[in-house]
């Protein structure tokens, strides 16, 4: 793979002992949290690959549908030749669908998950040999050196499947200004939001019934286990999901289904049954609720792209 002549890996991913210490810190917490960015080993990142192929899960297939149908006007919109840089490089279709229609100059993935990222990215130099392809293995949920782009370079950042709902509202517009900056003036930025809906529909999403999304949950469980040496018991959790009307979120726990304890670096914590971990929020928006929270960092909205059953939003933004 590291043959091809336009494909480079930058490996800066979070060493075990951040992924230790975050663990040490939420499980003290009240109430206990795991972030979400903890989801995403190679594991973790084929089973939400398997999520995105569910029947319930209509976030992916409705955001590659916006991609294919509007694909001229998109390019039209982003500028072609561009440096494209994806934050948490997801489905590959996604990445095709623009790399088609955008013909950039160069492509610059982003994602924690590196096993996942090297096969993607590296699919995708050996695809498109034209394109320049640097892939950094990072938590881009903190600042990070980008690889170098040429100052000149038209800046186009693709933000696909909502991720920026997996960010609280204290942190999104932190993350916003960040990727702000990272776009620049005559840049854009490509960004896909998932919409508020009918409860019923969002609930189904993240309880789909071949149980992939449980699996996901649980992986963390599991990596606690084999990379942090956590003495716990998997089946002792079960995968619980429920939007929060109120907060307008899906919210993802996994709860003791028994009392139970898990240990790790020599410190214990107990579980009575029903308490639970809580390890994703997926904020959900209205389109002038989105558009309204990224003019406060700065952004200006271009053009907003809906299904006409108002599931998914991709929104073209500049600064
Ligand atoms: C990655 N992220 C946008 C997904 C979401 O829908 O919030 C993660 C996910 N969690 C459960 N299912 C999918």
Same mark, same amino acid.
């Given at each position: 793979?590291?043959?091809?002549?336009?494909?480079?890996?930058?490996?800066?991913?979070?060493?075990?002992? %951040?992924?230790?210490?975050?663990?040490?810190?939420?499980?003290?917490?009240?109430?206990?949290?795991?972030?979400?960015?903890?989801?995403?080993?190679?594991?973790?990142?084929?089973?939400f690959?398997?999520?995105?192929?569910?029947?319930? *899960?209509?976030?992916?297939?409705?955001?590659?549908?916006?991609l294919? #149908?509007?694909g001229?006007?998109?390019?039209?919109?982003?500028?072609?030749?561009? !440096?494209?840089?994806?934050?948490?490089s #997801?489905?590959d279709?996604?990445?095709?669908c623009?790399?088609? !229609?955008?013909?950039?100059?160069? *492509?610059l993935?982003? &994602?924690?998950?590196?096993?996942?990222?090297?096969?993607?990215?590296s699919?995708?130099?050996?695809?498109?040999? $034209?394109?320049?392809?640097?892939?950094?293995?990072? &938590? *881009?949920?903190?600042e990070? +050196?980008?690889?170098p782009?040429?100052?000149?370079?038209?800046? /186009?950042?693709?933000?696909?499947?909502?991720?920026?709902?997996?960010?609280?509202?204290?942190?999104?517009? %932190?993350l916003?200004?960040? /990727?702000?900056?990272?776009? #620049? +003036?005559?840049?854009?930025?490509?960004?896909?939001?998932?919409?508020k809906?009918?409860?019923?529909?969002?609930?189904?999403? *993240? @309880? %789909?019934?071949? #149980?992939?999304? !449980?699996?996901? @949950?649980?992986?963390?469980?599991?990596r606690?286990?084999?990379?942090?040496?956590?003495?716990?018991?998997?089946? &002792?959790?079960?995968?619980?999901?429920?939007?929060?009307?109120?907060?307008?979120?899906?919210?993802?726990?996994?709860?003791?289904?028994?009392?139970?304890?898990?240990?790790?670096?020599? $410190?214990?914590?107990?579980? !009575?049954e029903?308490?639970?971990?809580?390890?994703?929020?997926?904020?959900?928006?209205?389109?002038?609720?989105f558009?309204?929270?990224?003019a406060?960092?700065?952004?200006?909205?271009?053009q907003?792209?809906? &299904?006409?059953?108002?599931?998914?939003?991709?929104h073209?933004l500049?600064v």
């Amino acid at each position: 793979m590291s043959a091809l002549p336009n494909f480079e890996l930058h490996d800066l991913k979070p060493a075990v002992a %951040d992924f230790r210490r975050e663990v040490l810190a939420g499980l003290a917490a009240t109430p206990r949290r795991i972030a979400p960015k903890f989801f995403y080993d190679a594991a973790g990142s084929h089973l939400f690959d398997a999520i995105t192929q569910q029947p319930e *899960y209509y976030p992916t297939r409705t955001e590659i549908g916006l991609l294919r #149908g509007h694909g001229v006007e998109i390019a039209e919109r982003l500028g072609r030749q561009a !440096a494209l840089i994806e934050l948490g490089s #997801g489905s590959d279709i996604k990445i095709r669908c623009l790399l088609d !229609a955008l013909r950039p100059a160069e *492509y610059l993935p982003l &994602d924690i998950s590196l096993d996942h990222l090297r096969e993607s990215a590296s699919g995708i130099a050996r695809d498109y040999p $034209q394109v320049r392809v640097r892939a950094t293995c990072v &938590d *881009y949920t903190r600042e990070f +050196p980008l690889p170098p782009i040429a100052p000149e370079a038209h800046r /186009v950042v693709f933000y696909p499947g909502s991720s920026v709902g997996n960010f609280e509202p204290s942190d999104v517009r %932190d993350l916003l200004r960040w /990727v702000a900056g990272m776009v #620049g +003036p005559g840049g854009r930025l490509l960004i896909g939001v998932d919409l508020k809906k009918d409860p019923a529909r969002l609930h189904a999403a *993240y @309880n %789909d019934a071949a #149980g992939v999304t !449980a699996a996901f @949950n649980g992986n963390v469980l599991t990596r606690m286990a084999t990379e942090l040496g956590a003495k716990l018991k998997v089946e &002792d959790f079960a995968h619980h999901a429920f939007y929060n009307e109120a907060l307008g979120r899906i919210e993802m726990h996994l709860r003791a289904l028994r009392a139970t304890s898990i240990e790790i670096a020599g $410190q214990r914590f107990d579980f !009575a049954e029903g308490e639970g971990i809580h390890t994703e929020n997926s904020y959900k928006y209205c389109e002038e609720e989105f558009g309204a929270l990224a003019a406060s960092v700065g952004f200006v909205t271009e053009q907003v792209w809906c &299904d006409a059953d108002r599931l998914f939003s991709v929104h073209c933004l500049r600064v």
